[in-house]
């Protein structure tokens, strides 16, 4: 990662404060610290931050900070998470105060917040430091980088996730304002999908989220996920949008896992709108206590062939996803499957509760499932919803203990 003088600074301040014995090593392009049992690289220009230490560091930011900006202390707290982000390595642990932090002060709308193996971010403190309490003290990662009422010139992902594991922790966080629009063919255009967070191949321990107000050009408004398997508890997809594509709140090309995780007011709009909720292609999703309300979907509909405009909720069209004490309830869908729409893969619903769904155009206000699509329910109930509660066009449903509208 490229850094500046200003991370240079801060870091070498760090680090004289810390300790007493300091050799000094000058070049043309570079400046070390060799400190009992800790080495310093430091970039000046163009090179790399490398950062090791002999143990494990807590590291604060507070944008209230008046103090030294080094992230040594409450009073000492950086003012920026980007900055911490930089200076932390393998084993540190970053401490937010409540207030909002942007992924730059610029309007480079590439820049994010990448999360490290290693590295955990907790949110939810009050200025100055104290007992963390993520719902009275709310920690914000906004990608409002430009003009406050435009968000044309947003960041594309607030937060970016690609290439971590399980180590790479975020916890105690709104994530709100990405709005990934570059429009590009192929559709996989990074900048269009995942606008609160992008994980490529990436795996984090995502806790105690809420991401909110987000959008993107095709796929995964709230949250893109390719090639990994995150793992997420207590989080809510609220409010957020894809306006060409697929997965409003959630895209999967992925197998994450969801535990306690709440899917409200998402929409998937425009013609190929699917999955307002989520959207599921290939992979393996486990949902475990996962609530799909108000979710909605308005794209146009094929209902024969299980076209657009499908899974106000989720919409699953290759995955094998698995749900267990899953609620759908007052999701709408232009085409069809008001809750649920499976058109591809093999999902296994246990304890699902479908209510109050609709469809306006297709078949299945509850859940609807396709000739290509085979699903099995057990002890699922169906009430109150629109369009019939259960359809299917093929004979590849097993159903047990169920009851239905």
């Excluded at 049992?37 to 560091?57: F, N």
């Excluded at 916890?171 to 996989?188: E, S």
């Excluded at 190929?272 to 509909?301: E, K």
């Amino acid at each position: 990662m490229k850094c500046d003088q200003a991370v240079t600074n801060i870091l070498v301040q760090k680090y004289q404060r810390k300790f007493k014995e300091v050799a000094v090593m000058r070049s043309q392009k570079r400046l070390g610290k060799l400190v009992v049992g800790v080495w310093v690289s430091l970039c000046v220009a163009g090179g790399a931050v490398t950062v090791t230490r002999a143990s494990a560091a807590n590291l604060y930011v507070d944008a209230s900070a008046t103090g030294a900006n080094n992230g040594s202390s409450w009073p000492n707290a950086y003012t920026s998470l980007q900055t911490a982000l930089t200076a932390a390595v393998s084993g540190d642990t970053i401490h937010v105060a409540k207030g909002t932090y942007k992924p730059t002060t610029d309007t480079d709308r590439t820049k994010t917040f990448q999360l490290k193996n290693g590295v955990t971010v907790y949110g939810g403190y009050p200025t100055g430091g104290g007992t963390r309490d993520g719902a009275t003290n709310v920690t914000t990662l906004s990608g409002d980088i430009g003009a406050g009422s435009n968000n044309s010139d947003n960041s594309y992902h607030v937060v970016t996730g690609s290439g971590t594991d399980a180590t790479a922790v975020l916890d105690g966080f709104t994530i709100t304002a990405g709005n990934a629009d570059l429009w590009n063919n192929p559709y996989w255009n990074p900048d269009g999908i995942g606008g609160g967070m992008n994980i490529d191949a990436g795996s984090p321990t995502l806790s105690n989220l809420v991401i909110s107000n987000n959008s993107a050009l095709f796929y995964g408004g709230g949250m893109f996920n390719t090639g990994g398997a995150p793992n997420l508890t207590h989080v809510t997809f609220n409010n957020n949008t894809v306006t060409r594509g697929q997965g409003g709140g959630m895209y999967n090309n992925a197998s994450p896992t969801l535990t306690n995780v709440t899917f409200s007011g998402n929409l998937a709009t425009y013609l190929y709108g699917d999955g307002g909720g989520m959207s599921t292609a290939s992979g393996s999703p486990v949902l475990t206590n996962v609530t799909f309300s108000n979710n909605s979907t308005n794209g146009q509909d094929q209902p024969v062939s299980g076209g657009p405009g499908g899974g106000g909720g989720m919409k699953n069209s290759g995955g094998s996803p698995v749900l267990t004490n899953v609620t759908f309830s007052n999701n709408s869908a232009v085409g069809s499957g008001g809750g649920f729409n499976n058109s591809g893969g093999s999902p296994v619903l246990t304890n699902v509760t479908f209510s109050n769904n609709s469809t306006s155009g297709g078949a299945g206000g509850g859940m609807n499932n396709q000739a290509s699509g085979s699903a099995t329910l057990t002890n699922c109930t169906f009430s109150g919803n629109v369009g019939r509660g259960l359809s299917t066009i093929s004979p590849k449903i097993s159903a047990f203990g169920c009851r239905l509208d």
